[in-house]
């Protein structure tokens, strides 16, 4: 075991809590860098064993891309579901659908869900024992509900797949 | 205080207002369990990310310095929020809640509440 | 401009928490009651900021943070318990 995995075996989880750390404190002064470096430190040495093996993200910039393309989306989807909300009762069609996933692990999965539940008109609402089917509610269905599961699978599902490259 | 800066702020934080409202309306409006759970999780959300928004560029402005703590707020709603919602809508399934007549493809609910394969039909305790 | 802003905003937040109240109280089945339940926990995390705005400081963040976090926590276990109290798995 080599020394960095040794005292940081989670490096990423390290940054992310010295940056809540400072931002809780809202400074940047020596005392809280120094507190907030024993804490990502000492944190993850008594977590990582706690903690179950997952892909880890194989492409940083895809991921950024996807979190920025989603942020997009949340907006666009905001806005037509307050205008469904808004708007005649009689115009709002749901239904469940259920989708077929290509992902086996269970952290791309979660991240999957959780981007369907902030996106277009859609909330997941189950996933079977065998983790092959999605359950998804979709507040207004197009004529066709295969158009849904392909939104669901080319413009996110494909782009989790390649960031975890799994 | 300048006034686009204060342009600025009132138009982020009217939005969110506005969001969150529509939000609040939707759970009241719509008609299932299932048809209200968009409505809180996405409309709420945001609202709330435009209020915080606002915070931030309101705060940095008066003290002069940028402050960027609001943003640990919305990062943890974005989190959370879907978690709540899956989970809730697992709790709907279970219970069998009535949902709207022209919900499309019910049969569904069956199947995912013991969380099985679409079409599977046997029982597996 | 602004405090009419903040005031506007602080009323429309106003109303969406007793729409949510209303539901709480009519919601036909439990789970409805724990919609309006956390929807009203980050509506009032809304409310706090803008307060904490509106006389400038920052000492309500904490609360803010605080809340949402126990409403998360809490929208989860009041679903846990029914996933698990009522239903022998």
Same mark, same amino acid.
Request: with cysteine; proline share 4%.
């Given at each position: 075991?080599s020394?960095?995995?040794?005292?940081? /075996? $989670?490096?990423f989880?390290?940054?992310?809590?010295? &940056? +809540?750390? *400072?931002?809780?404190?809202?400074?940047?002064s020596?005392?809280?860098?120094?507190l907030?470096?024993v804490?990502?430190?000492?944190?993850?040495l008594?977590?990582?064993?706690?903690?179950?093996p997952?892909?880890?993200?194989?492409?940083?910039l895809?991921?950024?891309?996807?979190?920025?393309?989603?942020l997009?989306?949340?907006?666009?989807?905001?806005?037509?579901?307050?205008?469904?909300?808004?708007? /005649? $009762?009689?115009?709002?069609?749901?239904?469940?659908? &259920? +989708?077929? *996933?290509?992902l086996?692990?269970?952290?791309?999965?979660?991240?999957?869900?959780?981007?369907?539940?902030?996106?277009?008109?859609?909330?997941?609402?189950?996933?079977?024992?065998?983790?092959?089917?999605?359950?998804?509610?979709?507040?207004?269905?197009?004529?066709?509900?295969q158009?849904?599961?392909?939104?669901?699978?080319?413009?996110?599902?494909?782009?989790?797949?390649e960031?975890?490259?799994? | 205080?300048?006034?686009?800066?204060?342009?600025?702020?009132?138009?982020?934080?009217?939005?969110?207002?506005?969001?969150?409202?529509?939000?609040?309306?939707?759970?009241?409006?719509?008609?299932?369990?299932?048809?209200?759970?968009?409505?809180?999780t996405?409309?709420t959300?945001?609202?709330?990310?435009?209020?915080?928004?606002?915070?931030?560029?309101?705060?940095?402005?008066?003290?002069?310095?940028l402050?960027?703590?609001?943003?640990?707020?919305t990062?943890?709603?974005v989190?959370?929020?879907?978690?709540t919602?899956?989970?809730?809508?697992?709790?709907a399934?279970?219970?069998?809640?009535?949902?709207?007549?022209?919900?499309?493809?019910?049969?569904?609910?069956?199947?995912?509440?013991?969380?099985?394969?679409?079409?599977?039909?046997?029982?597996?305790? | 401009?602004?405090?009419?802003?903040?005031?506007?905003?602080?009323?429309?937040?106003?109303?969406?928490?007793?729409?949510?109240?209303?539901?709480?109280?009519?919601?036909p089945?439990?789970?409805?009651?724990?919609?309006?339940?956390?929807?009203?926990?980050i509506n009032?995390i809304?409310?706090?900021?803008?307060?904490?705005?509106?006389?400038?400081?920052?000492?309500?963040?904490?609360?803010?943070?605080?809340?949402?976090?126990?409403?998360?926590?809490?929208?989860?276990?009041?679903?846990?318990?029914?996933?698990?109290?009522?239903?022998?798995?």
């Open positions: 075991m020394m960095t995995s040794r005292w940081l /075996p $989670m490096p989880h390290s940054l992310l809590l010295l &940056a +809540v750390w *400072l931002m809780l404190n809202g400074s940047l020596l005392g809280h860098l120094l907030g470096s804490l990502a430190i000492v944190i993850p008594i977590c990582a064993p706690l903690q179950v997952q892909p880890k993200i194989a492409r940083p895809k991921a950024l891309r996807y979190v920025i393309m989603v997009g989306d949340i907006v666009v989807a905001n806005v037509q579901v307050a205008l469904l909300v808004v708007g /005649p $009762m009689r115009r709002i069609n749901p239904g469940f659908v &259920a +989708v077929p *996933l290509d086996d692990e269970t952290f791309p999965i979660t991240v999957l869900a959780s981007t369907v539940t902030m996106t277009p008109g859609t909330v997941s609402a189950e996933v079977s024992s065998d983790r092959n089917w999605l359950y998804v509610h979709v507040l207004n269905m197009p004529d066709d509900e158009e849904v599961i392909d939104l669901i699978k080319t413009r996110y599902e494909a782009a989790i797949k960031i975890f490259a799994c | 205080m300048n006034f686009w800066v204060e342009l600025l702020i009132s138009v982020l934080l009217i939005l969110g207002g506005v969001f969150v409202l529509v939000g609040s309306i939707g759970l009241i409006r719509l008609k299932d369990l299932y048809v209200r759970l968009h409505a809180p996405k409309a959300t945001l609202g709330l990310g435009g209020i915080l928004l606002g915070s931030m560029v309101y705060m940095s402005h008066q003290h002069g310095y402050t960027i703590h609001e943003l640990l707020i990062l943890f709603l989190i959370t929020a879907p978690v919602a899956h989970i809730l809508a697992k709790v399934m279970h219970h069998e809640v009535p949902m709207m007549k022209r919900t499309r493809n019910a049969e569904h609910v069956s199947t995912a509440r013991k969380q099985q394969a679409p079409g599977d039909t046997k029982d597996q305790d | 401009m602004l405090e009419w802003s903040m005031i506007a905003v602080g009323v429309m937040l106003c109303v969406a928490l007793f729409l949510n109240l209303w539901r709480l109280l009519i919601g089945h439990v789970v409805d009651r724990i919609l309006a339940l956390d929807t009203m926990y009032s809304a409310l706090i900021l803008l307060y904490g705005m509106y006389n400038g400081t920052q000492l309500y963040f904490e609360a803010a943070l605080l809340i949402a976090m126990l409403g998360f926590v809490s929208s989860v276990a009041f679903g846990k318990y029914l996933l698990r109290g009522d239903i022998i798995e």
